[in-house]
């Protein structure tokens, strides 16, 4: 793993963070709705990347690929949350990244890379439930001074079922990132090991 991690610092391991980070960021740009949770929740494919760097790289490699890729949003978008957005979304982008990598390090297979992808989907999942919970939602109502069942209202305009912050939790932003979680993952399967050997190449 130190050895592993030495390698990180090498010139070519710099440019290919660098060239995932860049990807990883076009693809943020990129976002769309889901149809049962408000429209403040845009899906992205930005994890994409980072999975495919932490698998070839290591975990340290694809965390740095999140921070690169956070770092870049913020001076191409700016924020709107004072960080506290960019911050949950670099967490949560190392709940799924980190596991996967880890065991997928320990052991170089198909079954390891989708255990470590299931392992980081329910990371996922748990982490995204809890930061919105008790960061992001009453972070948000504050800014802008708006009571937090007025967010809580938005969920119900998409979903009936949503009537408090907990069935807002678990019917907007527990299935939102359960989503999101599975689709980078399917396509983190289909792609790397097309994509292995280049960034493997001597």
């Known amino acids: 793993m130190a050895e592993r991690n030495i390698k990180l610092f090498q010139p070519r391991s710099i440019a290919q963070i660098g060239v995932l980070s860049a990807i990883a960021t ?24 980072v999975l495919i760097g932490g698998f070839a790289m290591g975990p340290l490699a694809g965390v740095m690929i999140e921070l690169i890729k956070i770092l870049l949003n913020l001076v191409i978008n700016g924020t709107t949350t004072g960080g506290v957005g960019e911050l949950a ?41 809890a ?5 992001l939602l009453p972070f948000y109502a504050t800014v802008f001074h708006m009571p937090l069942q007025a967010l809580v209202q938005m969920g119900t305009a998409v979903n009936p079922a949503i009537h408090d912050l907990w069935s807002f939790i678990l019917l907007a932003v527990a299935p939102f990132n359960l989503v999101k979680g599975i689709l980078v993952s399917a396509v983190t399967m289909l792609l790397y090991k097309r994509v292995s050997p280049i960034l493997h190449r001597n």
Do not use: T
């Open 89 to 129: 979304n670099f967490i949560l982008g190392c709940a799924i990244v980190l596991p996967a990598a880890i065991l997928y390090q320990r052991h170089k297979c198909k079954k390891y890379a989708c255990f470590g992808l299931g392992i980081g989907i329910l990371c996922l999942v748990l982490f995204g439930c």
């Open 26 to 49: 076009i693809l943020m740009l990129f976002e769309f709705p889901l149809w049962f949770a408000p429209n403040f929740y845009k899906m992205d494919l930005s994890e994409l990347p």
């Open 131 to 135: 930061i919105n919970y008790f960061v």
